[in-house]
């Protein structure tokens, strides 16, 4: 069975117009990667979990933020790898600065026998829709496209 991953997109609107909340991967193989790099916070869930609270559990281990409101369903897309993820937008604002992520642990460098642990996410940011578009995974651009027609 494809894997299958929950998220949250979270919005504010300012003077400047909408903004999205958007998340680097950490660790080393994202590490000089920029454009197409960039994901709403997100993970894995279990086929008997609900993807909602998986969605909001993900936020929270990925910034150190909980979550809660008026969540909008978006339509769910497949990513390249076949993974499809699954999303729910609110409004909300917080401070990409105070994130606080969890962390994995892999080989690094490879094939040496040493393990390090790395933050899941590395850095978060507010980006505005035409950036965030670019920066983000190009499957998950329709999550940003859905929005803008919602709201």
């Known amino acids: ?43 894995e869930y279990l086929p008997d979990e609900d993807p909602l609270a998986a969605a909001k559990r993900e936020f929270q281990e990925e910034t150190g933020q909980e979550i809660s409101g008026d969540f909008i369903a978006l339509s ?30 892999i080989e690094w460098p490879p094939r040496s026998g040493r393990k390090q642990a790395f933050d899941e996410i590395d850095r978060a940011e507010w980006f505005n829709i035409p950036t965030a578009k670019i920066k983000i995974n190009p499957a998950q651009a329709a999550f940003i496209n859905e929005l803008e027609a919602t709201i």
């Open 1 to 43: 069975m494809p894997k299958q991953s929950a998220g949250i997109l979270l919005y504010r609107k300012t003077a400047q117009g909408l903004q999205v909340f958007l998340v680097h991967p950490g660790g080393p193989f994202f590490k000089n990667k920029d454009v197409g790099s960039w994901s709403i916070p997100k993970g």
């Open 76 to 105: 769910p897309i497949k990513q390249k790898g076949g993974k499809t993820v699954q999303a729910w937008a609110i409004e909300g604002n917080i401070d990409p600065e105070k994130i606080k992520s969890n962390t994995f642990e």
